[in-house]
């Protein structure tokens, strides 16, 4: 199978979501083993991740470095970032894969991530990125264009636009790799926003992009035959917090849509993750899997965690 998987921001960070470069490189590794797991297991594997914690470290470089020199655009937030972690992803997906004795290329794309420049979000941005600073720190970085809402007791925080994907410009290049054998890590953070100048040209702008939604355009450009969202949590669970709480198997799109309607899906977690596996069904894709990363091979082989299908003639994990 062509698998896209997504990895959550939990499978980059430390215990208690730290950033701390140490706690980087043992999360990834940690990850990049449950990944070399399902290569090793005949599975053509792309792979994006999120990229949140590492950019809220950038961003606090720049609010400390802002008076010496200019702060780092978000579409350049996001480049580094992608640079980093993917360069790290392949030292340690290269590692896992040799000690499995499995001998695949692996490669890692600096991806574009197309958005409209007349997107609402642009003008209403809301999205809060970063941490809270008192009025007298936060100043300094609206002075220069950044935009930031008072919170009350916790701070101002910085609010940027969160605009909707509309293609990954760069998937192109993912498949031609992908037919060549590599294993790939591509799109990360959801990819860097840009928008179309004209017809040949893009540039690109302040704003962040969710990454699982990338991931659901990005498993549809590559003809992926399931996506893969790896959480924390073995399956998505409706009545979360309540005596009622149950996981969910099995369920068709027609069902998870239901459940999401009625709101049992947190919009900070587990929302985007659910709204990215009913988008990729929605579009043509075959199977999303919602489950923990450290089941993701039994998940695509064996059905474990919450599986959502297109109507197919048969069940057919494994095949």
Same mark, same amino acid.
């Given at each position: 199978?062509? #698998?896209?998987?997504?990895?959550?921001? &939990?499978?980059? %960070?430390?215990?208690?979501?730290?950033?701390?470069?140490?706690? =980087?490189?043992?999360?990834? =590794?940690?990850?990049?083993?449950?990944?070399?797991? @399902?290569?090793?297991?005949?599975?053509? #594997?792309? *792979?994006?991740?999120? &990229?949140?914690? =590492?950019?809220?470290?950038?961003?606090?470089?720049?609010?400390?470095?802002?008076?010496?020199?200019?702060?780092?655009?978000?579409?350049?937030?996001?480049? =580094? %970032?992608?640079?980093?972690?993917?360069?790290?992803?392949?030292?340690?997906?290269?590692?896992?894969?040799?000690?499995?004795?499995?001998? !695949?290329?692996?490669?890692?794309?600096?991806?574009?991530? @197309?958005? /409209?420049?007349?997107?609402?979000?642009?003008?209403?941005?809301?999205?809060?990125?970063?941490?809270?600073?008192?009025?007298?720190?936060?100043?300094? @970085?609206?002075?220069?264009?950044?935009?930031?809402?008072?919170?009350?007791?916790?701070?101002?925080? !910085?609010?940027?636009?969160?605009?909707?994907?509309?293609?990954?410009?760069?998937?192109?290049?993912?498949?031609?790799?992908?037919?060549?054998?590599?294993?790939? #890590?591509?799109?990360?953070?959801?990819?860097?926003?840009?928008?179309?100048?004209?017809?040949?040209?893009?540039?690109?702008?302040?704003?962040?992009? /969710?990454?699982?939604?990338?991931? $659901?355009?990005?498993?549809?450009? *590559?003809? $992926?035959?399931?996506?893969? *969202?790896?959480?924390?949590?073995?399956? $998505? #669970?409706?009545?979360?917090?309540?005596?009622?709480?149950?996981?969910?198997? !099995?369920?068709?799109?027609?069902?998870?849509?239901?459940?999401?309607?009625?709101?049992?899906?947190?919009?900070?977690?587990?929302?985007?993750?659910?709204?990215?596996?009913?988008?990729?069904?929605?579009?043509?894709?075959?199977?999303?899997?919602?489950?923990?990363?450290?089941? *993701?091979?039994?998940?695509?082989?064996?059905? @474990?965690?919450?599986?959502?299908?297109?109507? %197919?003639?048969? &069940?057919?994990?494994? !095949?």
């Amino acid at each position: 199978m062509r #698998v896209l998987v997504a990895l959550g921001g &939990n499978a980059m %960070t430390g215990p208690g979501g730290s950033a701390a470069p140490h706690e =980087q490189r043992h999360a990834i =590794q940690k990850a990049m083993s449950h990944v070399a797991d @399902l290569v090793a297991a005949g599975h053509d #594997v792309a *792979i994006t991740h999120g &990229n949140g914690p =590492q950019v809220g470290n950038i961003l606090v470089k720049n609010e400390l470095a802002a008076h010496v020199v200019p702060p780092v655009p978000l579409d350049w937030c996001g480049a =580094q %970032t992608q640079g980093t972690i993917g360069f790290t992803m392949l030292d340690a997906l290269e590692a896992s894969l040799a000690r499995r004795g499995v001998e !695949r290329p692996v490669a890692a794309i600096v991806t574009r991530t @197309l958005v /409209d420049a007349d997107d609402p979000g642009f003008t209403t941005p809301t999205k809060p990125v970063g941490r809270y600073l008192p009025r007298e720190q936060a100043e300094p @970085l609206m002075a220069l264009g950044q935009i930031w809402e008072d919170r009350g007791e916790k701070g101002w925080r !910085r609010v940027v636009a969160s605009p909707e994907p509309l293609e990954v410009l760069d998937a192109h290049t993912l498949l031609t790799l992908m037919k060549a054998g590599y294993v790939v #890590v591509a799109a990360g953070g959801g990819g860097v926003p840009v928008v179309r100048s004209d017809a040949a040209t893009v540039h690109g702008v302040e704003a962040v992009i /969710d990454k699982d939604l990338t991931a $659901a355009l990005l498993a549809r450009a *590559i003809d $992926a035959d399931a996506l893969v *969202i790896a959480t924390d949590v073995p399956h $998505a #669970v409706v009545g979360w917090g309540t005596p009622d709480a149950r996981p969910l198997g !099995r369920v068709t799109a027609a069902e998870l849509e239901g459940y999401a309607a009625a709101g049992h899906f947190a919009s900070g977690s587990m929302g985007p993750k659910v709204e990215a596996a009913l988008r990729f069904l929605r579009s043509g894709g075959r199977r999303s899997i919602i489950t923990a990363l450290d089941q *993701i091979t039994e998940a695509v082989e064996h059905g @474990l965690g919450t599986v959502i299908e297109n109507p %197919t003639p048969a &069940n057919d994990f494994g !095949r």
